[in-house]
Every structure is written in C-alpha cells, then in structure tokens.
C-alpha cells in the first residue's frame, strides 16, 4: 500500500456486499467479532444494516486508492421498545485487518459520535459491550469518552476456549435534550 487517502460516509443499502466482505476478512481472525467465520452470513450483515438505517446510524470508511473499498464501518441502532428510544446500542465496529493500527477505527468512531452530537439530540446514551480480552477494543472507547459500567463475569467465551467477563460501557451525548 503506497499512496492512501481515506474517506468516511455513511452507508448505503448498496454497500450490502462490501460490508459482507469486511465481515468475513474480520471474522478470520478470533477475538474481536462475538461472530465467528461461520456465523457472518449475508442474512445477518443485511439485518443489521436495514436496523442501523431504520433505527440508527451506519458509518463507512473507503480506501480512495483501492477502487473505493470499504475497510471498515460502524453501526448501532434503537432498541425496539419504546422506553429506549433515547439509546444507540448493539453498537459493532470492523477495521480490515490490513488497515488496523492506523488510526482509522478511532477516527470512524469519533465521526459517529460527532454526528450524535451535531445531528441526534434525541440521543443520550451510546452503549457497548467489549470482551474483557478486546484490550485494545476497550483502550480505544476509553480514550473516545466511553465510561465502564460494569462487568458481566463469565458471560463470553474467549479465544483460549474459556469464560471470560463481557464489559458494558457507555457514552453519553453533551447535546441530548428530551
Ligand atoms: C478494535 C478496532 C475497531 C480498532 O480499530 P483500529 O483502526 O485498529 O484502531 P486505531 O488504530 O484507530 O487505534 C485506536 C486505539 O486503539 C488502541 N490500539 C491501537 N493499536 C493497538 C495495539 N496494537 N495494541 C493495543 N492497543 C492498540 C490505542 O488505544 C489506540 O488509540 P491511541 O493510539 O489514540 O492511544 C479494530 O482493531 C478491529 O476492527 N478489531 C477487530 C474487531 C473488533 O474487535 N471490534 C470491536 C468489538 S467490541
């Protein structure tokens, strides 16, 4: 990879097969993705983008100089009970594994969160939940303002094959008004 130049939008239906793609590169390697290789199906990838652009948001990031790749994206959505209806969840991010360590999975978030803060109003909280080993997962919603609310002890399998805590964390929205 030489030259680079990256563009973040947000998706599209049509960005359906791409998505699945970057799913499937992801999922290859264990321990970031609760889904493994042979639980990313079309199916799955076309529900949560239909959710995210029904009920919440969806961001992609492109490689400009590699015929407009997606290698990366992010999404969350309402819940579908009313009660929530001031909460981003289900919140799933995915860098190519070729593009990790760049910079780009915090920079993708933070034009989610900056697009909470101009656009949604309506939006108070944006929760996660990040594998107790997903230390660079969790490093990086620290350093975006995420605050950990807990632990969930021995609610996730890890990639050695034992339980391990899921831990939730949340943002908070500095614009949300009722
Ligand atoms: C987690 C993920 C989205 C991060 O995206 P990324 O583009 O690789 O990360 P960035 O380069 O933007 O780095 C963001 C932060 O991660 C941390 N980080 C990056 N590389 C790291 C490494 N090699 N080791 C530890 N922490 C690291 C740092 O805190 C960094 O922030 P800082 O440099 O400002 O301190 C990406 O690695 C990924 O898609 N992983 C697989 C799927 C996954 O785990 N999804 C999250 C499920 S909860």
């Keep these: 990879m030489d030259k680079q130049e990256f563009e973040f939008r947000k998706a599209t239906i ?22 493994s290789n042979d639980e990313v199906s079309k199916k799955y990838v076309e529900q949560f983008i239909l959710k995210s652009l029904n009920k919440g948001v969806e961001f992609v990031v492109i490689d400009k100089f590699q ?5 990366g994206e992010i999404h969350c ?12 969840s289900e919140l799933t991010i995915a860098i190519d ?38 230390i660079r997962a969790i490093k990086m919603y620290e350093s975006l303002g995420f605050i950990i609310e807990g632990r969930f002890e021995r609610r996730i399998t890890s990639p050695d094959n034992k339980l391990e805590a899921d831990i939730p964390m949340a943002w ?7």
């Design 77 to 88: 959505y309402k819940l579908d009970p009313k009660v929530f209806n001031h909460v981003f």
């Design 67 to 71: 015929e407009n790749r997606i290698i």
């Design 172 to 178: 908070f929205n500095p614009k949300y008004s009722r």
């Design 14 to 35: 049509k960005d359906n097969d791409a998505i699945f793609k970057l799913y499937k590169q992801v999922s290859k390697r264990s321990g970031g993705l609760a889904r």
């Design 97 to 134: 594994p070729d593009y990790q360590g760049k910079g780009l999975g915090k920079k993708l978030f933070e034009t989610l969160l900056n697009y909470i803060v101009a656009s949604r109003r309506d939006i108070l909280r944006v929760e996660l939940i990040a594998a107790e080993s997903n």
